[in-house]
């Protein structure tokens, strides 16, 4: 996938058109995926609240699948200096934050009927917790390093370790609940798991999946732009 | 006046990491935050009893990671000379520097801290004090880390300097906060303790500058 | 606004050693005085001491105006310009934010300090970091602010050094026009000024 | 090997004075034991449980602080050059740094920690645990504080951008040492999160300075 | 051992800028090469690229030995001294300290650190914290390291600027001396070199 489309302008020939296919297909899964959600029966434990995790869940792991992608984006940027790797890394960084983010809101929110708090230290939402956090570490990085190429190389750097950590952060999260406290908040998987609220959930994971592969090729689209931009501008002012 | 107005947004614009200053004082706030259930255990009943003073120790440390290189830059490069021969008095300089601080890190923090004490379980009506506290408290340490900062430089063990005059000097405001929000959690007089805090800041505000100008100008000398 | 500079019977000691005693001259305006002598003679040091920066053991620094003796500190934080080894820069923040700043720091607006930056050939380079400015044009960018903010009394150490040979010209020109302006030059330099200029070896 | 030992007692005087030593150690442990009160309130058998793991939450503050100055004055005076050219590839000099922090810094923290701790109300049986928990921890903040030091060059203004690189990355030592105390204290099994603490020390010893080195060579060019 | 420096085709580019494409050069042993040309033509970036910090977009920098080319990180690490517009040193330590350090991480001992700091009259110097010294003070105790640790290649950015005369024309002896013993020496530098020197102007 990447070495095929290594080559920017394959790329951008191609993101000219799967971008928006992406875009419709994840429509398509994701209105009926609310709707089947939305009218699900309201669960014998949760009530109505259950609904929530037709938002939620498929956000959580879309974050987990966004971090794989920086990742994945940083090795190539970083070992095989691929700027279009390193575009792609860029782009991906915010919108993996924001479905981490909308992970953690959407699960506060359902903690509070749930757990009647809007947070408890349960490994899972730590985990979550730092992952969003290793996002931030990276844009802020990025971010401050004022030499573009300079402030890539290090934020993919970061992205690197973190990724070889998230691993070791997940086990440790667990490892760390469980030792503390054995019977951790039980969650609603059985119930869960009837294909009334399966079904939908399948569809909105794929269509957040989806929904994540168009915004990404779009922003990459973007930054692949705004760098042809800058050095024409560049050659513009030394002609 | 806009010389005043130019130092102030250097000064900030220094202080925020383009940008991303408060931002970047959030997530401190939320990474530190989540170490404390991962250093002591998750239960409730534990984290309850530290949230308040682990909101305290979070927001110092902040300050004085922020504050470590204040001056020394300055010094380092030769800005701190012209700092010296400009418009305003030294004083002002170092009031600018640490209000600027503040903003950059102080605030932001201070705005995060009741998120951090609420997730450590503390009653989210604690809120408002912990708010409060936390503004005022970041406005002490700012002004006495820039002491801290302006004395440490040029000597060869600036560190020191920070860990014997700084530390002992941030140590009355944490207690003074610390001991405001354990007494309202307790449901005890706080009022005291909390105007110790405001008196605190007031007059770190007030004498600080001063020290921290003499201690530039004997490094320049 | 200083129209002469007098230093009577200073001395000066750093730690142990007494870099001058006794070191009387007068500056008139439209003078320049370039300082000369070894490495460790002390023309930083007596620089920094006019700037009152380093207080003297011994002797006085004065400054007169048309109306007579100014009060030294008001007559340097007005008036009086200090451009040392150090550039005084920020290496992380472009060229345009510390111009802009020193500039308004010393007294200029915007309009100076484009002017400046145009005459010192500055103008393309603003939107860099100064982190990635060559030597010679961090030095210009210091040099900036003379420009950009007037003022009658230059202090400056070693201002030709890592400029090349068309920036040292043009900054004797600067110089030049700067005393026909009426303006003071104590200049700190190890080669020959290209200009007139009173001599005093330390 | 002349050259290593050179660097490694340069590198010591440079962290000791810039904030290291025992009157850091002495600072935090103060500071450490006057939140006590504060934080965990009047009931000692609370304060028994949690005086481990709160000593040992403030000792991975502690290790962040003067992280800043590690690598960046010596990229600011053009001395980072001088150790890209020298006898020893990057990546030992990293290591150097790192095991220099830790000495300066790490090592009389962690010799102050089982002081916390017993002032803390922990049973003094557990010095030896504290100690040795602390002693590693350091080291894997250490490595790991000094990658981000590395990754921080040519950022504006170090301090909490480090902090908030760094803090994620050494949630899992935090985890493994504050587990590990907590199950000693409880009687429960603690050798499984004391050995992964030593593993991810370990690991960090060995990664750590490979990219803190390609973050270097990138700042330099 | 280096005894020939070989720049093939050499372009290097900063940001959006190409400082130099195609540039080729070859210095043996006992030569000298001195950088002209305006600020920011590219003196330090090329001394920088010899010295492998930063990496060319294009072309090759090859050192050779007497037994044919050598590899050129071996030869960078052991036989090449880089002095550049910064001094490297800790302002808060002292000279001794710092010139002590700066020899061992080169290769050399205490008694050529000594002997070193001796010819450019640094011994009375040593025990000062470096903050304390003058401009050409702190330049000296830089320059030392080519003394205190032997090695053939010398890249000398701007090494005159801040000495005095007498030092000037002590380093000019001293690389003299250098070229005399089979060394090379690439110096970027805006006043003449006191010696015969080939001359590349970028
Ligand atoms: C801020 C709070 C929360 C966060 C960060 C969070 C995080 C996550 C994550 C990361 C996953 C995906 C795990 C995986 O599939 O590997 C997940 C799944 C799930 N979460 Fe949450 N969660 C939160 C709150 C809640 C709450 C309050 C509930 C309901 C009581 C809940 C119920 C579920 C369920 C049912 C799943 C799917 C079952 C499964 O995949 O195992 N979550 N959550
Ligand atoms: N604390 C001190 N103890 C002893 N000597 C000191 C102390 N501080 C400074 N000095 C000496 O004072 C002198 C300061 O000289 P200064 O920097 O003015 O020299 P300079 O004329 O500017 O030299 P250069 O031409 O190298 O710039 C130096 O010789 C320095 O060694
Ligand atoms: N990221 C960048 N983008 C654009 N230009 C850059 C960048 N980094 C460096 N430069 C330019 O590259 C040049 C570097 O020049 P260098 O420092 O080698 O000059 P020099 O010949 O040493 O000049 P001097 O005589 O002043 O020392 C400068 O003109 C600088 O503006
Ligand atoms: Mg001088
Ligand atoms: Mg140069």
Redesign the pocket.
Known sequence: MFAALANPHRFMAFSRWAAPLCGVIALALIVPGLWLGLTAPPDYQ?GTTVRI?FI??PA??TS?FAYACLGGASFFSLVFRHALADAAAKAAAPLGAAFTLL??VT??L??RP??GAW?VWDA??T???VLFLLFLGYMALRSAIDDETKGARNAAILALVGLINLPVIEFSVDWWNSLHQGESIL???GP?IAPVFLIPLLLMGAGYLFAFGALWQVRTRAEVYRRRAISLEAQLALA | MSALLRLYRRELALAWNGGGGPLLALGFYAAVTALAPLAIGPEPERLRVIAPGFAWIALALASLLSLDRLYERDFEDGALDLLALGPLPLEAVAAIKALAQWTAAGAPLALAAPFAATALGAPPALSGMVLATAAIGALAFAFVGGLGAALALGSRRGGLIIAVIVLPLITPPVIFGGGALSAFTGGLPWLSGFLALIAYALAAAALCPLFAAMACRTAVS | MIVALEIETLAVRRGERRLFDDLSLTLAAGEALTLGGANGAGKTTLLRAIAGLIAPSAGTIGFAGVAGPLDPDDARRADLHLVGHLDALKTTRTAGDELAFQAAWCGGDAASAAAAAETLGLTRLLGLAVRQLSAGQRRRLALARLLAAPRKLWLLDEPLAPLDAAHRALLGELMARHLDGGGLIVAATHDPLPLPARRLDL
């Open positions: 949760q995790m939620h869940v959580a792991w987990m992970a953690l699960g506060s359902w903690g749930e757990w947070w899972r939402l985990s979550v917790l969650r609603p998987g869960a």
